[in-house]
Antibody, heavy 126, light 110 residues
Framework: QVQLQESGPGLVKPSDTLSLTCTVSGYSISSDYRWGWIRQPPGKGLEWIGSMDDTGSIYYNPSLKSRVTMSADTSKNQFSLRLNSVTAADTATYFC???????????????????WGQGTLVTVSS | QSALTQPPSASGSPGQSVTISCTGTTNDIGGYSYVSWYQQHPGKAPKLIIYEVNKRPSGVPDRFSGSKSGITASLTVSGLQSEDEADYYCNSYGGINTLVFGGGTKLTVL
């Protein structure tokens, strides 16, 4: 069965870049699933950050698009998130997840997240 | 892209049924049948309990059911049990390659 594990610094300074990696085991990220990131500020709801398909196309939440970069390293079966110019508002638990969806013709229809990592708390503070 | 609207709280006694609503727009819930629901216990990752409006993943009890009418999706939990006390989030395809979540509903089993 697929397992996902987030890793990265738990503390980031304001204006710096937040970098996280999701290591996937039990399933190849090059296969027909898609992968994504979701975050949850303390005591608040879930927010979709972005998702990537198996062709390398990546789609971001419009509200974060100017600051977010996602990438994948298929040789390590990992995918990553970078969020630059962070502020206290970016303090959250960050989850990586496997996402079901259909992509074609330059468009993706995202269906649901069927497997999640345990999440990692990232605090933005000086 | 705005968050889907859920009631902040819901409650019921053991054995009762509770329904949680999730309201969107014609650009998300009303336009597609890609609504999913997640259960989240404190300190844990969300768990998929309903996908594509009314389908249950393997292992999810049939006490959980989903439906959709127009721009509103609903999750019904029948035969409430103490372990059902958790936060519940709806999610929908938001159009133009995006996803949108609801604000979450805290379900209390009285």
């Amino acid at each position: 069965q697929v397992q996902l594990q987030e890793s990265g610094p738990g503390l980031v300074k304001p204006s710096d870049t937040l970098s996280l990696t999701c290591t996937v085991s039990g399933y190849s990220i090059s296969s027909d699933y898609r992968w994504g990131w979701i975050r949850q500020p303390p005591g608040k709801g879930l927010e979709w950050i972005g998702s990537m398909d198996d062709t390398g196309s990546i789609y971001y939440n419009p509200s974060l698009k100017s600051r977010v970069t996602m990438s994948a390293d298929t040789s390590k079966n990992q995918f990553s998130l970078r969020l630059n110019s962070v502020t206290a508002a970016d303090t959250a638990t960050y989850f990586c997840a496997r996402v079901r969806g259909f992509c074609g013709g330059g468009r993706c229809y995202w269906y649901y997240f069927d497997s999640w990592g345990q999440g990692t708390l990232v605090t933005v503070s000086s | 892209q705005s968050a889907l609207t859920q009631p902040p709280s819901a409650s019921g006694s053991p054995g009762q049924s509770v329904t949680i609503s999730c309201t969107g727009t014609t650009n998300d819930i009303g336009g597609y049948s890609y609504v999913s629901w997640y259960q989240q216990h404190p300190g844990k990752a969300p768990k998929l309990i309903i996908y594509e409006v009314n389908k249950r993943p393997s292992g999810v009890p049939d006490r959980f059911s989903g439906s959709k009418s127009g721009i509103t999706a609903s999750l019904t939990v029948s035969g409430l049990q103490s372990e059902d006390e958790a936060d519940y989030y709806c999610n929908s395809y938001g159009g133009i390659n995006t996803l949108v979540f609801g604000g979450g509903t805290k379900l209390t089993v009285l």
